[in-house]
């Protein structure tokens, strides 16, 4: 059996053809799947004998739902895996439309001093299906349209490329949910030669960089990762994206208080921008009794904001979904995993 969910339109077209099936099916399968949800082939405009072939090859692998937690502004959910492994992602209403935050591994091992996924040792990638099947599952329990995708849940989507390209082709498959690749954004805590690797690939999406620190000695501090990829690196390989796609970069910043969030910090961000195509995304801290780290004050985040906006910096401030159902990354997980 060939789970569905994790084949490109191509590879079912390859697929059909191995089983003795004409690859342009496809274009009825997929669109059934992707458009009209369904996640049995009866019902589709297909020879009985086709539909046998397809029952018998065919397998919907969804992950299985655990828990969702609903709020006016995002809905987590929590999904178990064929192997018993949880994952989990979450639909964020925005007022121009829902988009899901997709995970891209079981755990993490990046490290991140302030992030609860860090503690959820990062046991394996997921395949191309889990990542599809968080999203059409998402799709399927919410009845909403999903305009855009954030792969920003738990893990570090550029250790697993591969698949998440993969996921990438699927998801903005025209005959598929078409999602608009500039409706897709990536966050990487900077491997640095795969951000190139992903600017030349076939879907270059919207990129943020988990800076989070203006120097490397401070990122050091927070960001294991600081000590493989130096930031005159990482900025290096920013410019070569937002150069290359004429795209603007996000450098994503979490104001941890007493940590990164002086005026000193954020004059010295200004530095490293320079007249670089790119704004930063300031993010509210999401604290829990256990990071060992507090969100800065209001004031504070508003007096970093100033300085960015006085030097000419571009800046916006997340808006902090889902604070109330423990949104943040890994915060669901770790609870059940205690
Ligand atoms: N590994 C990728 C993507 C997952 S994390 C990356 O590092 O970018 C997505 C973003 O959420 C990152 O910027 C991460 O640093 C941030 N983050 C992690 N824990 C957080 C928390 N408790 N509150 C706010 N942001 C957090």
């Known amino acids: ?32 799947v992707y458009g009209g949800l369904a996640d049995v082939f009866d019902g589709l405009p297909l020879k009985g004998e086709t539909l046998a072939r397809l029952r018998e090859n065919f397998s919907f692998d ?16 929590l999904w178990k895996l064929n192997d018993g492994c949880t994952v989990e992602s979450v639909l964020m209403k925005h007022e121009f439309g829902y988009n899901v935050c997709v995970s891209t591994q079981v755990g993490c091992n990046m490290g991140c001093k302030f992030c609860l996924s860090g503690r959820l040792r990062r046991r394996r990638d997921l395949t191309v299906s889990e990542m599809t099947g968080q999203v ?4 399927k329990h919410s009845g909403c349209r999903i305009g855009g995708i954030s792969v920003m849940g738990i893990g570090e989507p550029m250790e697993n ?25 990536l966050s990487t805590c900077g491997i640095v030669p795969k951000i190139y690797e992903l600017a030349d ?42 150069e290359k796609l004429n795209r603007r970069v996000t450098l994503e910043y979490v104001m941890l208080d007493g940590v990164n969030d002086s005026d000193e910090c954020a004059e010295r961000l200004a530095e490293l921008i320079g007249g670089m195509n790119a704004y930063v995304n300031i ?56």
Do not use: W
């Not at 059409?136 to 799709?139: D, F, M």
């Open 161 to 185: 490329l591969a698949n998440v390209l993969g996921f990438i082709g699927i998801m903005t498959h025209p005959k598929g949910l078409a999602i608009g690749i500039k409706h897709i954004t």
């Open 62 to 77: 969804a992950p299985e739902l655990l828990d969702v937690r609903t709020s006016e502004t995002a809905d987590k959910y």
């Open 1 to 32: 059996m060939t789970d569905i969910y994790g084949l490109t339109y191509e590879a079912l077209e390859a697929e059909l053809v191995n089983i003795g099936e004409k690859s342009s099916r496809a274009g009825i399968i997929y669109p059934a």
């Open 283 to 338: 993010i509210r801290y999401n604290s829990s009794p256990e990071s060992g780290f507090k969100c800065s004050p209001h004031e504070r985040i508003m007096g970093f904001y100033d300085v960015l906006k006085k030097r000419g910096v571009g800046v916006t401030m997340r808006r902090s979904l889902g604070d109330d159902i423990s949104a943040a990354c890994g915060q669901l997980s770790a609870g059940t995993e205690k």
């Open 201 to 242: 690939s076939a879907y270059p999406v919207n990129l943020a960089i988990s800076l989070h620190a203006p120097d490397d000695a401070l990122r050091e501090t927070i960001m294991p990762v600081a000590k493989r990829y130096t930031l005159a690196e990482i900025m290096e390989a920013a410019r070569y994206y937002s």
């Open 136 to 139: 059409v599952g998402i799709a």
